[in-house]
């Protein structure tokens, strides 16, 4: 195990951008990531000095003055697969928040020649990209169907700094660093108008427009529902919180619409997003218009997932047979 470096923010020592390393070791070694074998070199109080890219989440998008990140978590090693949500309280992604929160620079290595599709490795060694400064974040659901913590990075000029995006403190009171993250991370919870999610539930009286099932929760007759936004609210889908694009649905239908394993076509036919096979029609009420446009919308998040798991497979197919990769 090598010996972990303290931490610190900025560029290494005697390390230039575009630099390139041949393992995680010689990384560590020159001190530009000091968790060897990790993509995410910090922690939740003392936030995120470094990263690798390594093409290890099918959400990611790496350009060189923006980058979509996706946090850690929820990976099972064996496979490679999402099997769980992630969550901003993990140390990482807690870090990543904290960066955000206090304008900490981010040190981004990304790894060259991405191979394998369980455990994916850099076969070409790896580059030093230099800072990046944590604009943005947000929860969304990626295309593995799983919830997932993303992260805006903007490549920082010559000379520029990263400015801290410091959350306004309650009124008469000093925040502490976490509160401040505690109070950040609360902030993905979007205020949605309750005057939509009312009306359209009661339209349906609480019963699921998929499944028909309505869950009396008290001896008074009481249902419960959950309102269901066609068009994802919030970072990155920005849909709208109208009528017309949400769906009243019991907590099982609710989950699986959101996660693309339940579609809808343009004339409103269930169909199952994993098979793409008719379930049946949706229940809608005449005054329910529900937009086709934000249907589309959702078809398309998902499709775009089967899209890329098609092209990675092709890619791994074609790949010769063998291919040495480098180890960490």
Same mark, same amino acid.
């Not at 790896?126 to 593995?144: C, I, N, P, Q, S």
């Not at 979007?190 to 499944?211: A, L």
């Given at each position: 195990m090598a010996k972990a470096n303290p931490a610190y923010f900025g560029h290494p020592p005697n390390v230039v951008e575009g630099q390139r390393f041949q393992r995680h070791t010689e990384l560590h070694a020159a001190g530009v990531h000091r968790r060897p074998g990790l993509g995410i070199s910090g922690t939740a109080k003392g936030g995120v000095d470094s990263i690798v890219l390594s093409g290890g989440y099918i959400d990611d998008v790496y350009g060189d003055v923006e980058i979509i990140y996706t946090g850690e978590g929820g990976r099972d090693r064996d496979t490679g697969c999402l099997v769980a949500d992630q969550t901003m309280d993990s140390s990482g992604n807690a870090g990543l928040l904290l960066n955000e929160a206090l #304008?900490?620079?981010?040190? /981004? /290595?990304?790894?060259?020649? !991405?191979?394998?599709?369980?455990?994916?490795?850099?076969?070409? @060694?790896?580059?030093?990209?230099?800072?990046?400064?944590?604009?943005?974040?947000?929860? *969304?659901?990626?295309?593995?169907?799983?919830?997932? =913590?993303?992260?805006?990075?903007?490549?920082?000029? &010559?000379? +520029?700094?990263?400015?801290?995006?410091?959350? %306004?403190?309650?009124? #008469?009171? *000093? $925040?502490?660093? +976490?509160?401040? /993250?505690?109070?950040?991370?609360?902030?993905?919870?979007?205020?949605? %108008?309750?005057?939509?999610? *009312? $009306? /359209?539930?009661?339209?349906?009286?609480?019963? =699921?427009?998929?499944?028909? $099932?309505?869950?009396?929760?008290?001896? @008074?007759?009481?249902?419960?529902? +959950?309102?269901?936004? !066609?068009?994802?609210?919030?970072?990155?889908?920005?849909? &709208?919180?109208?009528?017309g694009n949400v769906l009243c649905l019991c907590p099982n239908c609710h989950v699986l619409f959101d996660r693309g394993a339940l579609q809808l076509t343009d004339d409103f036919d269930i169909i199952d997003g994993l098979t793409r096979k008719f379930v049946r029609a949706l229940h809608r009420e005449q005054e329910h218009q529900l937009g086709v446009e934000y249907v589309r919308q959702h078809r398309e998040r998902w499709a775009n997932r089967e899209k890329e798991a098609e092209a990675l497979d092709r890619a791994m197919a074609d790949a010769p047979e063998g291919q040495a990769e480098l180890s960490l």
């Open positions: #304008g900490y620079p981010v040190r /981004v /290595v990304r790894g060259l020649g !991405i191979k394998g599709r369980k455990r994916r490795r850099a076969t070409e @060694g790896y580059e030093y990209r230099g800072l990046y400064r944590v604009a943005d974040h947000w929860m *969304t659901v990626g295309k593995e169907g799983f919830r997932i =913590c993303q992260f805006q990075l903007l490549k920082l000029g &010559p000379g +520029e700094e990263a400015q801290p995006r410091p959350v %306004d403190p309650v009124e #008469g009171q *000093t $925040t502490s660093l +976490e509160e401040q /993250v505690r109070r950040l991370v609360a902030r993905e919870e979007r205020i949605r %108008d309750s005057k939509v999610v *009312t $009306t /359209v539930k009661k339209m349906y009286d609480n019963t =699921c427009q998929v499944c028909g $099932t309505r869950l009396v929760v008290s001896p @008074g007759g009481n249902a419960y529902s +959950e309102a269901a936004h !066609i068009h994802a609210l919030g970072k990155p889908h920005n849909g &709208p919180d109208l009528v």
